[in-house]
């Protein structure tokens, strides 16, 4: 199957500050990544969608300042979370997707801490 | 609307019992159906999934599920549970509006007696 990273994999910041997250796909073109939010013993919660190219599309509730998301190319797309809070700790997960298929392939997550 | 339900949140068998994980789903039309494991601290894996054809579905580590489009359920079967078994499994569902977006279910933990 298709391979999709994350990087970083923890990654612990100061209540105020920003933090990005990287998501590549790593042998496809990925035209759609997806951005989830995993809080603990829960399913996943859909963040927002972005098309290489376009404006990510948030679902709702999902303040879209605050998490701001960058499909620049075909195998990156960024998650940027700003001004973080402490109750913006989680598990960050990415998947990314084709044009010719409706599978997602999964990164293995991002643990963000804010202290 | 469109959802999925997992009746079950957590599920304990021991080694080499038999395993079944339910999933329903609600979905206007013929649904691309999914079912991913996650480990502790990691990512989501697919195991299988079906779009169309034959609706009995194989997929890795021994895993199986039926499509039922009479009971609108998805169910996931082993029939000998490993120790590495253990872990999160979700049900999942697409496309879901523009840009096949899945719909995942709840999720059911698994844990494995020895």
């Known amino acids: 199957g298709a391979v999709v990273s994350q990087h970083p994999s923890r990654v612990i910041c100061k209540s105020g500050t920003s933090v990005k997250i990287e998501c590549r796909s790593l042998d496809f073109q990925a035209t759609t990544m997806f951005w989830y939010r995993q809080f603990p013993k829960q399913s996943l919660m859909l963040m927002a969608t972005s098309n290489e190219g376009s404006k990510a599309t948030y679902e709702q509730g999902v303040e879209k300042d605050k998490f701001l998301i960058n499909h620049a190319s075909l195998t990156l797309s960024t998650l940027t979370v700003t001004s973080a809070h402490p109750e913006d700790s989680s598990f960050y997960i990415c998947?990314?997707?084709?044009?010719?298929?409706?599978?997602?392939?999964f990164g293995p997550g991002t643990r963000l801490t804010v202290t | 609307a469109q959802s999925v339900t997992q009746p079950d949140i957590h599920i304990t068998v021991s080694e080499g019992a038999s395993l079944e994980l339910r999933c329903n789903y609600s979905y206007g039309a013929t649904p691309y159906l999914f079912w991913y494991v996650q480990s502790p601290g990691q990512g989501l894996q697919l195991l299988l999934k079906?779009?169309?054809?034959?609706?009995l579905v194989q997929g890795i580590k021994g895993f199986e599920a039926e499509f039922k489009r009479s009971q609108s359920s998805f169910n996931l079967r082993k029939p000998s549970v490993h120790w590495s078994d253990a872990a999160e499994y979700f049900c999942?569902?697409?496309?879901?509006?523009?840009?096949?977006?899945?719909?995942f279910g709840a999720g059911t933990r698994l844990a494995v007696h020895p």
């Open positions: 079906y779009f169309s054809g034959d609706t």
């Open positions: 998947s990314a997707g084709s044009q010719n298929s409706y599978e997602q392939y």
């Open positions: 999942a569902v697409g496309p879901s509006g523009g840009y096949n977006k899945l719909i």
